[in-house]
């Protein structure tokens, strides 16, 4: 494969924290996807799957008690039980859509992912009926991860014991930080107590994995107030932590207060200061036992703690994705929804996949996707990268790994290429200089 890529040298963004997104979620970019590419993904659904490509489910509620100043997920906060209800039927029905495609065939599902939104917004009845009716359409019996995000003050003992019956392996609780005054200042909807007594429940309920959800530099974040969320953390001995560095992306709420006062300069802290503290937070986790396993999480049980959903996803499985705005990836295509409550409804009430856009990856681009989402995890695999693709990244990325490596960046381990810590808290931003060169350019779409 000849490949086409960039030969730019990698630049560094400005350290102020300034409106647009900075997290790579996918490849190619967003803002690459388009409606006209939906005819020809549509002709690829109707194709058996590559024999071996293990296949997901991702469901997203896009339903909140509140929306954050800094969300920029596709999100409602003005929905009742009759909507929801009518919505939850739609999920069910669509994925009766996917289930009929030779793509998807007898095939059954490795994982299931639950996201928002605020999947605990649902009622315990909702959540069984909801599950239930998935269960019928594509069976879960063996799944390895069932994973729900949730919002602790959206819990209750019978939320909970609703989940683990659904059966739940990995319960997320989006804490982000355990000072009251830093969720209200960042129109988060729950308080502290809401996040220790619905964890204390979860923990007697008896989920598999319980991960915490950190973000690092939200509004008002100190130094100070940063070692407490994390000493709480360790306090509370998770099985796992994600920690995200606080970025403003164009459709906030805080993005349109900088831009209606003028002032492109975030109000929260620089990147240098983010990456320190997610560099403190997860020191403090290695000295506890935990073990860094990408940019953004730290594991207590590497031996028995996974995240079967990232690290099936990031070597190029196959994903269903349900609901408003979400995406998913089917081989080698990129599908994302509608955006439209309405319009979402109305498409399944049709019997139609309710598709806004799609992304048809070549080759190349597949070996792209997978490589930039794997240098998320710290460790590339040369061989992997060999014996899938057929191509040596030593020579397809010869300049910019030298150059890293003259960072101090960059080093090889029993035939692996492994990024410094340095690198790897702020990987998102040198991942554009490894897209090919017609892709050059800053994602600034969020998923909305």
């Not at 490849?27 to 549509?42: C, G, Q, R, V």
């Not at 929801?84 to 996917?98: D, G, P, W």
Request: proline content about 5%; overall charge negative.
């Amino acid at each position: 494969m000849g490949l086409e890529l960039s030969k730019s040298m990698p630049v560094l963004p400005d350290n102020e924290t300034r409106g647009g997104s900075y997290f790579v979620a996918n490849y190619p970019p967003f803002s690459f996807w388009s409606p006209e590419a939906i005819p020809s993904a549509l002709e690829v659904l109707k194709e058996p799957p590559c024999p071996g490509t293990p296949l997901g489910l991702y469901v997203h509620i896009p339903f909140c008690r509140k929306r954050c100043h800094f969300c920029y997920f596709k999100v409602y906060t003005d929905k009742n039980s009759s909507e929801i209800r009518t919505y939850n039927h739609s999920l069910i029905e669509e994925l009766a859509l996917y289930s009929k495609l030779p793509i998807i065939g007898d095939r059954h599902l490795r994982f299931i992912y639950f996201g928002g939104g605020t999947p605990s917004y649902l009622s315990a009845n909702q959540l069984l009926d909801l599950s239930a009716g998935l269960k019928k359409v594509l069976p879960w019996d063996q799944a390895e991860e069932i994973t729900f995000e949730c919002e602790p003050g959206t819990l209750s003992e019978a939320k909970l014991q609703a989940l683990r019956e659904m059966g739940v392996t990995r319960l997320s609780l989006g804490v982000e930080n355990f000072n009251d005054s830093l969720l209200e200042l960042n129109g988060r909807a729950h308080r502290s107590g809401e996040i220790y007594r619905m964890y204390e429940y979860a923990r007697q309920t008896g989920f598999p994995q319980i991960n915490i959800d950190l973000i690092a530099g939200m509004l008002g974040e100190t130094g100070d107030n940063w070692r407490h969320c994390i000493e709480e953390t360790i306090r509370l001995k998770p099985d796992s932590v994600t920690i995200y560095q606080m970025e403003i992306p164009f459709n906030t709420t805080i993005y349109r207060e900088m831009k209606a006062s003028g002032c492109m300069t975030a109000p929260v802290a620089d990147w240098e200061t983010k990456r320190r503290w997610v560099q403190q937070a997860f020191e403090a986790l290695e000295q506890e036992g935990y073990a860094i396993g990408s940019a953004y999480t730290a594991v207590r049980n590497p031996g028995r703690v996974h995240f079967v959903y990232r690290d099936l996803l990031w070597h190029g499985a196959d994903m269903i994705a349900l609901g408003v705005a979400s995406f998913g990836h089917l081989k080698g295509c990129h599908f994302q929804n509608v955006k439209d409550f309405a319009d979402y409804i109305s498409r399944i009430e049709a019997g139609f996949l309710p598709l806004q856009r799609a992304c048809q990856l070549d080759e190349q681009e597949r070996f792209i996707r997978e490589f930039i989402l794997q240098m998320k995890l710290g460790r590339i695999s040369k061989d992997y990268f060999m014996e899938k693709f057929k191509i040596d990244i030593d020579s397809a990325y010869r300049e910019t790994f030298d150059w890293m490596r003259n960072q101090g960046w960059l080093h090889q381990e029993n035939g692996d290429l492994l990024l410094s810590r340095e690198l790897l808290l702020q990987v998102d931003s040198i991942l554009h200089h490894f897209f090919k060169a017609c892709h050059q350019v800053q994602a600034s779409e969020g998923k909305t």
